[in-house]
């Protein structure tokens, strides 16, 4: 179609880089594949990163795998920005040279 769309992601392995690098690599994938990708994005965004956990969950259980990840990603959909995260990774957008607070970040002492 000739929605302008950008894509971005960062992943912070723990305990290894596999979690990370499996994200990195499917996690778009099952993102643009999804069937509200274009009617819903932030709904494609939430169920990518579900699904791409429990992908890795069955992959990590063969293979003896013990690391994990937070991630947080970007999608832009035309002039819509949409965020999703897990764990304690965050984004920062700033606007005419100022923060603007896009999420409350994890921290321990939250409920």
């Known amino acids: 179609d000739e929605v302008d769309r950008a894509y971005f992601a960062v992943f912070d392995g723990h305990g ?5 690098d499996y ?17 819903n994005p932030a709904e494609a965004l939430k ?3 579900q699904k791409t ?15 994990g990840t937070t991630g947080v990603s970007a999608l832009i959909v035309g002039s819509k920005l949409h965020i999703a995260w897990l ?16 999420m409350e970040p994890h921290k321990p002492e939250r409920e």
């Open 53 to 67: 956990d429990e992908m890795f969950l069955v992959k990590a259980k063969r293979e003896k795998l013990r690391s």
């Open 23 to 39: 994200s990195a690599t499917h996690l778009h994938v099952n993102v643009g594949l999804h069937k509200e990708f274009v009617k």
């Open 87 to 102: 764990g304690d990774s965050q984004v920062m957008l700033v606007q005419q040279g100022k923060a603007v607070t896009l």
């Open 16 to 20: 290894g880089v596999d979690a990370a």
């Open 47 to 49: 169920c990518s990163f």
